[in-house]
């Protein structure tokens, strides 16, 4: 015979046939806005190097790539460092995740915007 609570047929259940966890989303949470930061990181430094010249030539570590390394290195620096404040200040809050995907969506497409030509090539 057949437990009232067991899964339906089909895949599908009631709520009550599968808890939710307590768990805490911060530490999720950071991960997801530090990646929208990094990649707004990225289009920033892209466009400032596009802006000036001094930018452009600092971030020159690498004569066979060019301006490229700086950026790309510099980007992932604020990536990591980004990660690692935002999680010591959400590891233990109930952060939702859907908000924080939200807000990197919002970073991502900033940062999207960065790395467009027709956009950094204003500043010219």
Do not use: C
Not at 8 to 30: C, H, M, Q, Y
Not at 88 to 110: D, G, H, M, Q, W
């Amino acid at each position: 015979m057949e437990s009232k609570n067991a899964a339906t047929p089909s895949g599908g259940g009631r709520e009550e046939d599968f808890p939710l966890s307590d768990k805490v989303e911060g530490p999720i949470s950071a991960a997801i806005i530090a990646a929208g930061v990094g990649a707004t990181a990225l289009g920033l430094l892209t466009t400032l190097a596009e802006a000036s010249t001094t930018v452009h030539d600092g971030l020159e570590w690498s004569d066979s790539v060019g301006p490229l390394s700086g950026k790309t290195i510099l980007a992932v620096v604020v990536w990591l460092f980004a990660w690692a404040i935002l999680y010591a200040v959400l590891r233990n809050k109930p952060f939702e995740t859907v908000r924080a995907f939200v807000i990197s969506l919002a970073l991502i497409a900033l940062g999207i915007l960065g790395t467009f030509p027709p956009f950094f090539q204003l500043f010219a």
